[in-house]
């Protein structure tokens, strides 16, 4: 580590100047990554998906490696097909075709002896261990298929065909000793050259882990020595903090970003890689449309595609084209040859590269409004790691870029008033034309600026903002009519005729679905409170364009659904004030916001991290109370050194908990827990082994 020193400004000097130091830490970062990747051992079975083309071939979909075989939900099974089908050499499917998964790799078994095998599925398998076929079907005593196997690694092999049964296969055994379980990844390998490298891999992963830690407790050590890279750690220690939270909210947006939310959960997804993806290519937009019957005729073409019917129509009006294009070009670039290669997993790199941007708009918002940092670190942490918005943000929709645009509006215009500065201006001037091409309830963006400018008296910049909204709308309603005004102003019409209610803005629990699974209203409750205390303090003019944008969604959201996207504009400023609270609570450790934090938000995480024989015991709920409440009252009625450190253990411990419980709840076990109960399960027919 090359000594770094300061001169005499107070800025680094010698070798050791600004670059160098980032150039260490993508270094340590780069070394941490290595760590992780060698202590994950390659675990699971690699699987083959492949379909049968007109003439009886095989064809190829996709190769992956699979955890595990216990694919209850039929999405998460079919999710390959979805993705990667081969619309040159299998064309459109109508149906769910037929298929074959073949899972091919390791096994191994703990200790000698008696092991039973059962595989539940509704279609056709084949098991293959050590070469050897086993029937799955229960013919003894113990269920399933048994065999001895000395203590080590089997090959492995399981083939699965689909004709016309519902999808799903599970594949489970029995230890001796032990009961009839899922085969998880922890006993699987998906190759010999897997299996041989384990423990390789472990002594390797250990020694990197062992001399990063050293490393970085060195770096620490020396923090208080001017220009090291420990004092700039500590001096930048939350920017260093947002780099870390950006790079884990990447991480969890991304693990099963195609799979979850399932395919046609929403079908509006396609909705804008079709629209986009036809404007750029065939010079017209062309989507399924929701009112089939506004169009004439000619204009709709029913189709059906995986089972599911659409009604495309050309042109399409239903929602503004700017979202739909980003969605489109981005598709055209990750390789889509037609609208139907617009998948899931070319379309989705939009709205999540635009939460990533919204992470670090919360926190550096954060930075700017609120005097105590923490407050937009700790806001920016939240956005990165509830659940709900991490789902959210893998939707297509166009709110996941008008959250980031809402928010930078905050910004821009706060630069301009105090600043005068007519950069930011214009920029916010940009800013509210192009969230009217998004969607219609981006007329928030142009409105909260008219009155932030109006309160503070700037008439020509409310004038810029008010023609550049109007400008957005004359030039969207020369796009509707270059396509046919007629049929643009009756869908348009049609748009304007929905039902509403007051009920769409008390919907608390609204905010916690994501499109069908709806969970964690607690949090939203929590998080309520904090908009609340807000709006109580100095920093109430964060949420002026979360509360026009929601009066806005109020007139415009049909009664019929109220769907989790058309919240998702109002979560970073939800999480800023989240953040303002969790960081007055870390400072004062209070008794009255640490019982409001507990009871809501953390208590709806514990409910779904902890296994379902823990979170409903009553021991569970004593212990979450004596967490929260117990040092601090301890400290009002006898103050010590003792309760004072135990207070704040207990808080930390509460934060700790809290973030840890919404990762677990992201990771791959809990969510499709929550799916499948949502879909249901298999219909657990015990497969029919052919040979």
């Not at 882990?209 to 923090?223: D, E, G, Q």
């Not at 950006?246 to 693990?255: N, P």
Request: charged share 15%.
């Amino acid at each position: 580590m090359p000594k770094l020193t300061a001169n005499a400004s107070g800025k680094s000097g010698g070798r050791g100047g600004v670059p160098d130091r980032i150039g260490w830490l993508l270094l340590l970062c780069g070394w941490g990554v290595a760590v992780f990747y060698l202590l994950v051992p390659q675990a699971g079975l690699s699987g083959v998906y492949s379909a049968t083309d007109p003439s009886g071939a095989e064809v190829t979909i996709a190769t992956r490696l699979d955890s595990e075989v216990d694919f209850a939900s039929p999405q998460v099974l079919l999710s390959p097909f979805y993705q990667h089908w081969d619309l040159a050499r299998l064309g459109v499917p109508a149906s769910l075709p037929s298929f074959q998964v073949r899972w091919t790799g390791y096994l191994k078994a703990p200790v000698e002896g008696t092991y039973a095998f059962l595989v539940e599925s509704a279609g056709r398998v084949r098991l293959l261990l050590d070469g050897r076929a086993l029937s799955p079907s229960p013919g003894q005593e113990q269920p399933g298929a048994v065999t001895r196997l000395a203590p080590g690694w089997h090959a492995l092999d399981l083939t699965y065909r689909r004709d016309a049964e519902e999808p799903g296969i599970r594949l489970l055994w029995q230890p001796p000793g032990s009961v009839m379980l899922p085969l998880t990844g922890r006993s699987l390998a998906p190759s010999e050259s897997a299996v041989r490298g384990r423990l390789p891999r472990a002594a390797g992963g250990l020694l990197l882990l062992v001399a990063w830690m050293s490393a970085l407790t060195f770096i620490w050590k020396r923090r208080t020595r001017p220009g090291s890279l420990g004092q700039f750690l500590l001096e930048h220690r939350h920017a260093t903090a947002l780099a870390g939270i950006v790079l884990l909210g990447a991480l969890l947006r991304f693990h099963q970003y195609d799979v979850i939310p399932f395919h046609h959960e929403t079908a509006d997804e396609y909705q804008h890689g079709w629209e986009g993806w036809t404007l750029l290519h065939e010079g017209r937009p062309a989507a399924w449309t929701f009112y089939p019957q506004s169009y004439p005729a000619a204009n709709i073409t029913p189709f059906r595609w995986f089972g599911d019917s659409y009604y495309l129509a050309r042109p399409y009006f239903d929602h503004p084209p700017g979202f739909s294009l980003l969605v489109g070009a981005t598709c055209t670039v990750l390789g889509a040859g037609s609208m139907l290669d617009c998948t899931l997993q070319r379309m989705r790199w939009v709205p999540m590269l635009s939460g990533l941007l919204t992470i670090v708009l919360v926190a550096t918002t954060g930075w700017k409004f609120i005097s105590d940092r923490a407050a937009g670190t700790l806001a920016a942490l939240l956005y990165a790691t509830l659940p709900v918005i991490v789902l959210g943000n893998r939707l297509v929709k166009a709110e996941n870029l008008l959250a980031p645009l809402l928010l930078a509006q905050v910004s821009w215009l706060e630069n301009y008033i105090r600043k005068n500065d007519r950069k930011d201006l214009f920029k916010a001037a940009a800013g509210s034309a192009a969230a009217i091409w998004l969607k219609a309830t981006g007329i928030a963006a142009p409105l909260s600026a008219l009155l932030l400018l109006a309160r503070h008296r700037k008439g020509r910049a409310f004038s810029l903002i008010a023609a550049a909204a109007a400008t957005a709308v004359a030039l969207y309603l020369a796009y509707g009519a270059l396509f046919g005004w007629q049929l643009f102003t009756s869908v348009l019409s049609l748009q304007a005729s929905k039902r509403v209610a007051l009920r769409t803005l008390l919907d608390l629990t609204g905010i916690s679905r994501v499109v069908e699974l709806q969970f964690g209203s607690g949090w939203y409750l929590w998080l309520a409170i904090a908009v609340a205390w807000m709006a109580l303090g100095k920093h109430r003019s964060l949420l002026v364009p979360a509360a026009v944008y929601l009066g806005i969604l109020g007139l415009t959201a049909d009664t019929r659904g109220v769907f989790g996207w058309y919240r998702l504009p109002l979560y970073p400023f939800l999480c800023l004030a989240g953040g303002l609270f969790l960081a007055e609570w870390l400072r004062e450790k209070d008794l009255a916001r640490g019982f409001l934090f507990g009871i809501t938000g953390l208590a709806t995480s514990l409910s779904y991290a902890l296994p379902d024989a823990m979170e409903t015991s009553r021991l569970s709920v004593l212990l979450l109370l004596l967490l929260v409440c117990a040092a601090p009252f301890w400290l009002m009625l006898r103050p010590s050194t003792t309760a004072t450190r135990l207070r704040n253990a207990s808080v930390a411990a509460c934060l700790i908990l809290f973030f840890l419980s919404n990762l677990l709840t992201v990771s791959r076990y809990f969510f499709l827990s929550l799916l499948v109960v949502a879909r249901g399960t298999l219909p657990g027919q015990t497969a029919r082994a052919t040979p």
